[in-house]
């Protein structure tokens, strides 16, 4: 069954340093999704492309964070420079178009640690 | 805008008894409506979607959930809890029915479902 890869699993990294993430999607689904998932709290969008557009970053600080999926492909996520309060699961979904797009299949996400 | 509630953040009940996990949503129009499930240190898992004029709505597992307009709810329910079930659960809104738009899910805050032997 195909599925959402995300990389790396767990990553820790200090005060303002950059720190970056990896997601491929379903191969064919057109959408994908970034979510930011605070422990203890659902997860909340942080930014959405359709194709190598952006949808909707309204969530995204932009001042620190940028996302890119410049092949409508795979995905990154960039956070520069990290805060503590960035520690939290960074979670990738991607979805069809249309009336499937109703369902959307999540990565096993990558744990942020900030120190 | 929508919103989504799930009114317990933790639910412990025993092996092989009934579950329960309330939901309820807030919005402006028709919504479509999951449950995901996330085990520890793992993705978000699909349980089960309502996205139709079915109001019950069985999903993997065993869990089955029923939409009441009337009440704005959606729960999910197992007659009977397995210790693999321990996990937690997410409540969430989507997309209007029918509107076959791509847009955010909006979820709830999680309910910890702990099952005791």
């Known amino acids: 069954e195909a599925e959402v890869a995300q990389s790396p699993r767990y990553k820790i990294t200090e005060k303002s340093q950059a720190v970056a993430f990896w997601c491929d999607p379903i191969?064919?689904?057109?959408?994908l999704y970034w979510y930011r998932q605070i422990l203890g709290q659902g997860p909340e969008l942080l930014v959405q492309?359709?194709?190598?557009?952006?949808?909707?970053d309204s969530q995204l600080p932009k001042d620190r964070f940028s996302a890119e999926r410049l092949k409508g492909v795979d995905s990154t996520l960039k956070i520069q420079p990290a805060e503590l309060g960035d520690s939290a699961m960074y979670l990738c979904?991607?979805?069809?178009?249309?009336?499937?797009?109703?369902?959307?299949?999540f990565g096993p996400g990558t744990r942020l640690t900030v120190t | 805008a929508q919103s989504v509630t799930q009114l317990d953040s933790h639910v412990s009940v025993s092996e092989g008894t009934p579950v329960l996990l309330r939901c309820n949503y807030s919005?402006?129009?028709?919504?479509?409506l999951f449950w995901y499930v996330q085990h520890p240190n793992k993705g978000l898992q699909l349980l089960l979607k309502?996205?139709?004029?079915?109001?019950l709505v069985k999903g993997i597992n065993g869990f089955e959930a029923e939409f009441k307009k009337s009440e704005t709810s959606f729960h999910l329910t197992k007659p009977s809890a397995h210790m693999s079930d321990a996990a937690e659960y997410f409540c969430?809104?989507?997309?209007?029915?029918?509107?076959?738009?791509?847009?955010?899910?909006?979820f709830g805050s999680g309910t910890q479902l702990t099952v005791l032997p």
């Open positions: 979904a991607s979805s069809l178009l249309g009336r499937a797009a109703y369902e959307q299949y």
């Open positions: 191969s064919g689904h057109a959408t």
């Open positions: 492309f359709q194709d190598e557009s952006v949808v909707d």
């Open positions: 919005s402006s129009y028709s919504p479509s």
């Open positions: 309502y996205t139709s004029a079915a109001t």
């Open positions: 969430v809104a989507g997309p209007q029915i029918s509107s076959g738009s791509a847009r955010q899910l909006t």
